[in-house]
């Protein structure tokens, strides 16, 4: 990471590196879902690695490669639907894309994610797979609008050995993180559903985003196992004891604002704050909290939850927390206290 004083994009500038955005979006020229994956890994690891200035930031294309691996992992295993067999989604209009069917090799080998992250040599080698493909194939063409290269994003010819995203665009991927996330996600989709290969499955199936973008659920039963002794049995908002009430793994993040499983994220709340925080921010005091509970038992967290195949990394947890509150108190989010009390934050 490289970072230069730069100033921060005017609103002019803003709003035309938007219009961009949404132009790549529109573009009918796709083959294949990679530049979705691209726009999103960009976009995560600016608010990851980045901070609030117009500085360039340098991505290295295994980061990127590990993003690509996250996102397309799910949505690489067979999807079973009705009567039909397991049927996996085609993600090309063409013949299976290749990061497809390197992740399918790992998933037979590997029945998590966290088994394969678990075996060094053949993950980092399927990153560099990833990590060619990437570069060869989305980094070249994301740019492309209608035949015309607008390069907004990086300059091709200065991002061989990593992405460097150009002047204020850090910035700018920090800034609309939620807007571009949820464009992606619904072309996305789109394209999916559009793809002659999967119209036979797929036609007018009501649970396709929620295949190929809702939070695993079928861990986090696991997860609770174990914050329930970290946290002794309550609740981690208020503190009533879980013994006898229904409860939930909460994201402390709300998946709303930043939509991938990260470990420190998780906490413990019985079933009433759960639903009452919903998407919202909790306060200040449990940013506090949340951040000393994270000190005291990162060496567990790390140890157990990665086990279960998420992603464990406090400093890339706490980072994500520093951008969400920052974006709250500029964009003047409403912040959830407690029961049905909110506020403003930073007013
Ligand atoms: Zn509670």
Redesign the pocket.
Known sequence: MLFSIAEIPTPQEQLKFLKHIQQILQSGTFTSTYKFALLISITRLAIEQGQDTGAVLHLDYQDIAEKFIDLYWKQSLPFQFNQYEPFTIHQSTGKQAKIISEIQKAQQQFETLAALRKDVLYWNRLKRAVATTVKQMPVVYLQNLNGQTIEFLYSLEDSKQSLKLLPKVMYCLRQFSEIIEELCQKRWIDFVRLNKQNLVVLDGLPDLDEFMFAPSRNQLGKVADFLIDVQQCQ?F????SLKNSKYAVDHFIPWSLYPADTGHNFVL??E??NSQKSNYLASEQFLQQWQERNYLHDQSIVREISQLGFLTDLQRSHRVADWAYKQAIENEYLVWLDGKDKHILGV
């Open positions: 609740c908002y208020c503190g009533k709340a019985d009433k704050c």
